[in-house]
């Protein structure tokens, strides 16, 4: 138990971070959501950092727990290091573009880094081409496919701007930083 501990402790404090958060927000009456991404200005550059661990409701944060979890642990089995570089770059390159692109309202929530997992394992197994990498990605979207949904801007208060970038970012940081089999490391 202990070793599952230790292996699953990035996105365990990952979560945690988010549910100290979301109790502090709940709290305060949700007045933390001021702190998210604000499309264009000063003030919503310090959302970009910050947006992933703030949510709108309870029900928000839950329902990204559940996913962030799963497709987070598998993220995991490239080690804590990939886990943690990748989130970084998926929360700041998605953020940056919903901070340029997106609509004047606020942005919140942890769904893009959601979707920038999701995008992040389905491009690992298209750059590596190994056996598993193929079943991280097969789970993935036989867990999660559905999700893709989440690109159609269906409801105004959903940022399926955040999902869209989130995705974007996944695969590009994926691509960019991920070495195909046959080429060495220096």
Do not use: D, Q
Not at 89 to 96: P, R
């Amino acid at each position: 138990m202990k070793y599952l501990g230790k292996k699953f402790k990035p996105v365990l404090i990952l979560l945690a971070l988010i549910w100290v958060v979301e109790i502090v927000n709940i709290l305060t009456g949700h007045s933390l959501s001021n702190w998210g991404i604000l499309p264009r200005t000063m003030s919503g550059l310090m959302g970009i950092p910050l947006s992933p661990f703030i949510h709108g409701s309870l029900w928000h944060a839950i329902s990204n727990t559940v996913p962030l979890l799963v497709l987070g642990s598998l993220l995991l089995t490239s080690g804590h290091k990939r886990f943690w570089m990748t989130t970084i770059g998926i929360v700041l390159f998605s953020g940056l573009l919903v901070w340029l692109f997106a609509r004047g309202s606020y942005h919140i929530g942890a769904s893009g880094l959601v979707f920038g997992y999701f995008g992040a394992l389905i491009t690992r197994a298209v750059i590596m081409r190994s056996f598993p990498s193929m079943i991280i990605a097969l789970v993935t979207v036989l867990l999660y496919g559905g999700i893709l949904w989440g690109l159609i801007p269906l409801r105004s208060y959903v940022s399926f701007e955040g999902h869209f970038f989130g995705l974007l970012a996944g695969i590009i940081y994926t691509w960019m930083t991920t070495r195909k089999p046959f080429e060495k490391s220096n």
